[in-house]
């Protein structure tokens, strides 16, 4: 079911709020990248823990967020990930009292739960609420909402600390504030007007129209452009919060001033990419050729980086945002496409994929201990040349039989 063009613009404001929320939690997480190795005396290496405890969520959880949607609905999945985001937060407070690390990790594990759920919900429901062709340009707008709220996170907590010189006691009143303001917009949100919506081949009271592709599918394990758009948005979310991810730490290493405003020009970078996906998918060009044109931008710049001096590099690393910002947006909508009854678990199990962002961060924060930061963004080019294949050949795969 799709809901008509004039209708749509509420869902999508209240689902776009619901992303910048998700952003800012993003956004805080790579705060606490440089933060950590000072308040609790770790490596940079394991620093990069903060991104494998949020989207090892991910993984874990994955399942289960697909029966949560089946049982709630998206509406209901996007409210309980609110409040699991909002428990997280909470947690820290403690962690940060005893400065106990692994309890940190926890905290961080659990606001990944809350986070894989409303990924699923949110990048699913914005794909099937209307025409199926112009979806990436429905999920660029949640872009640039998430974006916006991931940079403005630093400035954010700014308000509440100085974060030039941060103690790991500043961080408690800020925390309980943020956990207190997640779970009040979890109740608005339970309470607001949003429709709750079918792709064409889910199972409904009516009835509805099956896929014919889908319906002759027994298990959302046969449709083999869905595995590998799995492994697609891996290496997606892996590329783009290596980019969010890692700057302000590399203008940290490099002695630049104001270190932590740098995620701001990854972050515009990824708006001026997701306006272009708004402006020009399906109207002058597809999601496909997006794909490809931004894999093409992403290898060149990770070559280019690799080449020029560490002062220079540095600000090519937004280049790569502006590469980034439509790869999710296209890959989604083609790695559900055709799913039918098997849209929301097949939902569930592209989340499984985000574990990248946790994954990619963390080798590069291996490599930049062991070897420099620069030569680390080099774990890039395979990302970008498997998406490249998956826009070409992966996404287009369709099999004969069940």
């Not at 630093?154 to 006691?169: E, K, P």
Request: glycine residues 8%; contains cysteine; proline residues 4%.
């Amino acid at each position: 079911m799709k809901v008509d063009k004039k209708n749509i613009i509420v869902p999508l404001l209240l689902v776009g709020s619901m992303n910048a929320i998700l952003g800012f939690a993003l956004g805080v997480n790579a705060f606490f990248i440089p933060f950590v190795k000072q308040a609790f005396h770790v490596t940079t290496a394991m620093s990069y823990l903060i991104m494998l405890a949020t989207f090892s969520a991910y993984l874990v959880f994955g399942g289960v967020a697909g029966n949560i949607l089946k049982k709630a609905g998206y509406k209901g999945g996007m409210v309980i990930a609110l409040i699991l985001m909002a428990v997280g937060f909470l947690i820290i407070v403690p962690s940060a009292k005893t400065v106990n690390f692994s309890l940190f990790l926890l905290a961080l594990f659990i606001n990944g739960l809350g986070q894989a759920l409303l990924t699923g919900a949110y990048s699913t429901y914005v794909s099937i609420i209307g025409s199926p062709e112009s979806a990436a340009s429905r999920i660029s707008f949640m872009g640039i909402c998430a974006k916006i709220f991931y940079a403005a996170a630093s400035f954010i907590l700014a308000v509440f600390m100085d974060l030039s010189n941060v103690r790991i006691t500043d961080i408690i009143t800020p925390f309980y504030i943020i956990a207190a303001v997640m779970s009040v917009m979890g109740i608005i949100y339970y309470f607001s007007p949003l429709p709750e919506v079918k792709a064409i081949g889910e199972e409904t009271e009516t009835g509805e129209i099956q896929n014919s592709y889908s319906s002759t599918k027994t298990s959302v394990w046969q449709f083999p452009h869905l595995l590998l758009g799995v492994v697609a948005i891996f290496f997606t979310v892996g590329v783009e919060y290596l980019a969010l991810g890692t700057i302000n730490d590399y203008a940290n290493i490099l002695g630049l001033s104001s270190p932590h405003n740098y995620v701001w020009f990854v972050s515009f970078a990824m708006i001026v990419g997701y306006l272009v996906g708004i402006i020009f998918i399906p109207k002058y060009i597809s999601q496909t050729q997006a794909l490809l044109a931004s894999t093409i931008l992403g290898i060149i710049v990770s070559i280019t980086i690799l080449i020029l001096p560490s002062t220079i590099s540095i600000y090519l690393i937004p280049l790569l945002g502006l590469a980034n910002a439509l790869l999710w947006p296209a890959i989604w909508p083609l790695a559900i496409a055709d799913l039918g009854k098997f849209t929301k678990s097949g939902s569930a199990l592209l989340v499984t994929g985000i574990v990248g962002a946790g994954i990619i961060p963390l080798i590069f924060g291996y490599f930049a201990q062991h070897f420099s930061y620069q030569m680390a963004y080099a774990i890039g080019l395979p990302a970008y040349l498997f998406i490249m294949y998956y826009a070409l050949w992966g996404s287009k795969i369709r099999t004969k039989q069940a």
